[in-house]
């Protein structure tokens, strides 16, 4: 076997032209049983002068076979050899095989980028495994385009279909955009407790409003104030083409969005006119202390009531808000005679009530729906309008986060909470006087007179913080170590 492997050596190292002289001489030929390399795997006829023609063609049938491999010319690789070394264009130190145009400019099946079109080899096009042509990328992109163009269509048609309240008289309607509202005007309709161009705190109306409270239980005055909230935060009481003007179908879900602007503005104006409204009432009694010690009782009694009868913590912070103002707290003596007296009241107020309304501030107490009518959403309105900074402890992001997720569960579960305020109140039987007692624009018309109460809302708040420090000052002069 050696022996033969060594002829068959000295025989490829032999020019064609030794070869027939070697065989004219009747040297012994090859075994049958060994094949040449190159003749057994490209089928070449013996070699003859024409051998680099035959070879030629041999190799472009090759080609057309799709038996070279596909991606070596463009990795900058050239596929094997194939043929005699002796070959001048194979011959060793040959800078590149020599390239051969195709037969025909038509893409055919194989792998080869030589015998692609020119149209098709450009960067867009692809061949696959199989020897077919990928779709070029711009064909690709433009149907990438259009199967999201589809997507964008069915979830817009799915939304319109989910939202009930485009429904009217059973036909569903097109979407409509939610509208920015404008900035409230004041009420042109006649008051049942104001003269047409009021002063600011009338006197005469400040008697009649004692006289209305006197009448009324903390849980009637709580409830009262639950309707009028209700109807402020629009949990109640929305009409089909409020609904569509909003986008949302409450007043809860429209605080958290970007056209919640007025709302928000709203809302937290009347906290703030509730919160005086009750400062007023307390710093209004200018009788003795004991009358003072009443009436501190009596709200004390209302956010009692508020939170565990009515379910309105949004008015619940607004009463312990005017509870905790410096021209409150400061009413030493009135403090004092609530402990004397009122020993229940002002043990909840410590006890109770403060902590409570300060895990509502941190988000640290959840408002159940199926107890809650109206949730906590002051530190939301304040986060959203830029007013509300927590300090700079360490439990500040945490109470951030903790009042955005409030926030997303309030706005997935409106409908509880309008259930919820709808049982609290039915069978409630409200007296008008009170009602407009409770509303926004009859406090801002009552605290800054007709005229005043167009003023910017800075220069409203100044003004009345300092008339409400003379007021605590009428009552309980300053010590000389008060400051």
Known sequence: MAGDLEQLREKLQLSPAALRRQEAKGAPREPPDVQHPARSRCQLEPLGRDAGATWRGQLRAAERSGSQPAGLERLGRSPPRLGPPTHPDLRAGSPERPRFPPLSPVSRAGSDPGLVPDHCSGPGARSNSEGHLSPPLALRSHVGRLRA?????????ATEADLGLLNVGGEVGGFQHPLLEPAPQLPAVPSLLLPPDNRPLEPSVLRRLKELFARHDAQCTALHMLHMDCLATRITGVTQEEQRAMGVSSGLELITLPHGHQLRRELLERHRVLALGIAVDLLGCTGTVAERTATLHH?????????????DLFALSAVMSALQLPQIARLEETWRCLRQNHTE???AFEKDLKPFVRRLSRGEETSTPGAVAVPFVVPLLGLLEGERLWDDHEDSCESLLRTLGAARDMAAHTGRYQAQAEATLQGFQPTPELLEAFQTEFALRL?????????SQAERYEKFDRILTVLSQKLEPARKTET
């Open 149 to 157: 163009q589809e997507i964008r269509r069915r979830r817009a048609r």
């Open 299 to 311: 709200i004390i009694q209302l956010a009692r009531a508020l939170r565990d009868v009515a379910g």
């Open 447 to 455: 605290f800054w007179g007709s005229k005043g109460a167009e003023a």
């Open 345 to 347: 009241s002002a043990v």
